[in-house]
DNA sequence: ATTTTGCATAACTATATAATTATGAATCAG
DNA sequence: CTGATTCATAATTATATAGTTATGCAAAAT
């Protein structure tokens, strides 16, 4: 049971006294006398029922309880005072705000959902999605200008100092027109679509290598008519209208195909699974809003996925 | 500035009556007056200097504010919580305790100095380090038997729930004693590793699947003579005292290859590149503890990679 | 139209609090 | 040995606290 007489005033003397090793020093730096700095950590012993620091003449020590007790007093009112400092924030912007990095794979399937869930949750909190090039969303996550990015795992050399959040995986997919003369024939020679402009990620795409190293596998060199782009609505929107094969990360282009306003190629893509998630920093605690948002995404995916599963049997 | 006056009293009678949305329920549970909690709200209020419920005539209701602030102060609460539950922790079982799991990758290379650290750091932390299939060890790790597992990013289908944290990526080798016979020549013929014993990762370990790939991509097929073994301390043995292969992730291997036990064979292996890092629960929040030991684990891939960046120039 | 419900306010009180000053004892640096 | 440093303890005091009971008031429910 958590002992009601504890006060913030013990925890922040109690971390000034441990950060200092010394209880005058502490007691300058908190401008008040060294008396009551001293009664003030015997009275979190008392309350704790355990010594925290070992006296000796030339300062204090922390004692295994105190640096137990140390980082959980710390997590504490670090919390109470990002508490305050929200409800300032709340009180200037007229509200809080995420902000949130989507990743072409999931702009269009789970994230709908999953913010609008998150909404009726905390209809007050903004929420801000940036979509972009993986590198430049990767780069304003670690650099704290957003919160997070859903999307599949970025490049191990982008992942320093960030953390994964698997979700689900997916492939990646090599889509048509619905009666693409591909289709006519029922185990079509993929190397024919060389014949045919094709639609790929850009270099600087996450999927792009994966890609690179498909088209190798199955015998597919070079292709002589290539359009690159990110962009999902001109790329639906191409596809829909030309003979061109869009190759795609599966997620992006799911709803066309279950709609069926577009049809996938039978090609074995079984290589090009990976991981979509949840990227945050390391570093930098998960602030409650982004948790919530979080909880909503996998709860959404989570949904997601076993439709998925069950449309396929 | 965090105001000293809020107390913990403050903040569990705030979250109680958020919980129950009402004064008189609150009261009840905390077994006080329902002046005394309307009071204490005020009081709380007037601290934060923001209304934090909307009062009308058949209960209370979070404002906008009181909704931000809700989970900061029970993030804050919990924290304390924790803190005394670890001070009982410690006097019952006489300290701390992380329970870490660990794949071959790492065990060897990153981790020993790694532990070393932060046993410098916190010596009175216990960490138990348990090695194991990674099936196994990203079990324990959901059901929460293990903190914390190092090593490679399991397979998608083993990471639902999980969180991952990238330290560093590395490559699959294919080593073999100083003086095989392969060695010989200046660009063997890799597929002439049909001619030997060959070490292999087990049907279970994560790079299995990858071995497996970049065999056939180098034109390799079913291995005549092959053994499966996940022991390390197995393979070294092995492979140093015959002419076997040994088909090994880089950082297992990594000490013995600098220190001349080992020598890798020149077969180019930038496909079985992998991601290395560390895998966490993503429910229950990372302890102080475990935090440290990350932070420790991360400093070390840090300059171990620095490092081995160094040898490579 | 009452009664009930739910919260606010006021007046009061014993206790706890959060400091203070003064003093003492043990160590450490010369 | 001396004086400075560092922390503990005691005595003291004004103030804050954490509750209490009693009462009021407006909205809902009956």
């Given at each position: 049971m958590l002992d009601q007489r504890i006060k913030f005033r013990h925890l922040t003397c109690f971390l000034e006294v441990a950060r200092q090793r010394s209880v005058v020093k502490a007691a300058d730096t908190l401008s008040i006398t060294q008396p009551a700095v001293s009664k003030t950590i015997r009275e979190l012993e008392e309350h704790l029922d355990a010594r925290l620091f070992d006296r000796s003449k030339r300062g204090v020590t922390l004692t295994d309880f105190g640096k137990v007790f140390l980082r959980y007093a710390g997590a504490s009112v670090t919390a109470l005072r990002q508490g305050v400092d929200s409800i300032s924030q709340v009180r200037m912007q007229g509200g809080l705000s995420i902000n949130l990095g989507v990743l072409p794979t999931v702009a269009a399937s789970v994230m709908p959902n999953a913010i609008r869930h998150f909404k009726t949750l905390s209809p007050d909190t903004t929420v801000k999605v940036v979509a972009g090039p993986n590198v430049m969303l990767m780069g304003q996550l670690r650099v704290g200008e957003l919160d997070l990015v859903v999307g599949r795992l970025a490049e191990p050399d982008q992942m320093s100092g960030l953390s994964f959040i698997h979700l689900y995986s997916e492939h990646i997919s090599l889509v048509a027109r619905p009666g693409h003369p591909l289709l006519a024939d029922k185990n079509p020679d993929i190397t024919r679509i060389r014949e045919f402009t094709v639609l790929v990620p850009p270099k600087h795409a996450i999927i792009h290598p994966t890609v690179d190293k498909m088209l190798i596998a199955h015998g597919?060199?070079?292709?002589?008519d290539r359009i690159e782009t990110v962009s999902t609505s001109f790329g639906r929107a191409f596809t829909r209208e030309t003979d061109a094969i869009w190759i795609i990360s599966n997620g992006a282009v799911a709803s066309d195909i279950a709609e069926g306003h577009l049809v996938e190629l039978p090609i074995d893509t079984s290589d090009t699974f990976g991981p979509v998630g949840l990227t945050t920093r390391i570093d930098s605690p998960i602030s409650p809003p982004v948790e919530m948002l979080i909880n909503a995404v996998r709860e959404e995916a989570s949904r997601h996925h076993s439709e998925q599963a069950a449309t396929k049997t």
């Amino acid at each position: 049971m958590l002992d009601q007489r504890i006060k913030f005033r013990h925890l922040t003397c109690f971390l000034e006294v441990a950060r200092q090793r010394s209880v005058v020093k502490a007691a300058d730096t908190l401008s008040i006398t060294q008396p009551a700095v001293s009664k003030t950590i015997r009275e979190l012993e008392e309350h704790l029922d355990a010594r925290l620091f070992d006296r000796s003449k030339r300062g204090v020590t922390l004692t295994d309880f105190g640096k137990v007790f140390l980082r959980y007093a710390g997590a504490s009112v670090t919390a109470l005072r990002q508490g305050v400092d929200s409800i300032s924030q709340v009180r200037m912007q007229g509200g809080l705000s995420i902000n949130l990095g989507v990743l072409p794979t999931v702009a269009a399937s789970v994230m709908p959902n999953a913010i609008r869930h998150f909404k009726t949750l905390s209809p007050d909190t903004t929420v801000k999605v940036v979509a972009g090039p993986n590198v430049m969303l990767m780069g304003q996550l670690r650099v704290g200008e957003l919160d997070l990015v859903v999307g599949r795992l970025a490049e191990p050399d982008q992942m320093s100092g960030l953390s994964f959040i698997h979700l689900y995986s997916e492939h990646i997919s090599l889509v048509a027109r619905p009666g693409h003369p591909l289709l006519a024939d029922k185990n079509p020679d993929i190397t024919r679509i060389r014949e045919f402009t094709v639609l790929v990620p850009p270099k600087h795409a996450i999927i792009h290598p994966t890609v690179d190293k498909m088209l190798i596998a199955h015998g597919i060199g070079a292709l002589p008519d290539r359009i690159e782009t990110v962009s999902t609505s001109f790329g639906r929107a191409f596809t829909r209208e030309t003979d061109a094969i869009w190759i795609i990360s599966n997620g992006a282009v799911a709803s066309d195909i279950a709609e069926g306003h577009l049809v996938e190629l039978p090609i074995d893509t079984s290589d090009t699974f990976g991981p979509v998630g949840l990227t945050t920093r390391i570093d930098s605690p998960i602030s409650p809003p982004v948790e919530m948002l979080i909880n909503a995404v996998r709860e959404e995916a989570s949904r997601h996925h076993s439709e998925q599963a069950a449309t396929k049997t």
